[in-house]
């Protein structure tokens, strides 16, 4: 079995916040932060060297001998967009995603270019609708 690579670590997360030099996506990434923490209620953690995850769940894949621990959810200012992951997928969000704002999805991941995009009540809605969601069926 191979080893992961994105590790719970003690980096904090406005440290690397503070590292990311576009500034628009920073003044979003503490906006998220604070977003996220008041959310949650949970304490933001520093997943690999990227991802800033919140609350954290042990999962078993059904498709191979992978297993390891994972935020419920998270986000990271990325070079390309903003990447919020939304462990559970989109399924129960699609009217939700209707009055977001311009984004993009993939499986888990909810991209957007900057928060002046989205409705931020909507994306509060979508972020503590998952987190709920992902601590009732993993915790």
């Given at each position: 079995?191979s080893t992961l690579?994105?590790?719970?670590?003690?980096?904090?997360?406005?440290?690397?916040?503070?590292?990311?030099?576009?500034?628009?996506?920073?003044?979003?990434?503490?906006?998220?932060?604070?977003?996220?923490?008041?959310?949650?209620?949970?304490?933001?953690?520093m997943w690999g060297?990227?991802?800033?995850?919140?609350?954290?769940?042990?999962?078993?894949?059904?498709?191979?001998?992978?297993?390891?621990?994972?935020?419920?959810?998270?986000?990271?200012?990325?070079?390309?967009?903003?990447?919020?992951?939304?462990?559970?997928?989109?399924?129960?969000?699609?009217?939700?995603?209707?009055?977001?704002g311009k984004h993009?999805?993939?499986?888990?991941?909810?991209?957007?270019?900057?928060?002046?995009?989205?409705?931020?009540?909507?994306?509060?809605?979508?972020?503590?609708?998952?987190?709920?969601?992902?601590?009732?069926?993993?915790?």
């Amino acid at each position: 079995m191979s080893t992961l690579k994105t590790l719970p670590n003690d980096v904090s997360a406005e440290d690397f916040i503070n590292t990311v030099p576009e500034a628009t996506k920073k003044e979003d990434s503490f906006t998220l932060l604070r977003m996220f923490s008041k959310i949650t209620g949970e304490k933001p953690k520093m997943w690999g060297a990227s991802i800033i995850g919140f609350g954290q769940y042990h999962y078993k894949s059904e498709r191979s001998t992978q297993e390891g621990d994972w935020p419920l959810i998270a986000f990271s200012p990325r070079k390309q967009s903003l990447t919020l992951y939304i462990m559970l997928g989109f399924e129960d969000f699609t009217d939700l995603l209707k009055k977001l704002g311009k984004h993009k999805t993939s499986k888990g991941c909810l991209y957007i270019n900057k928060l002046s995009d989205v409705d931020q009540v909507v994306l509060e809605k979508i972020i503590k609708q998952s987190f709920v969601a992902a601590k009732k069926k993993y915790n």
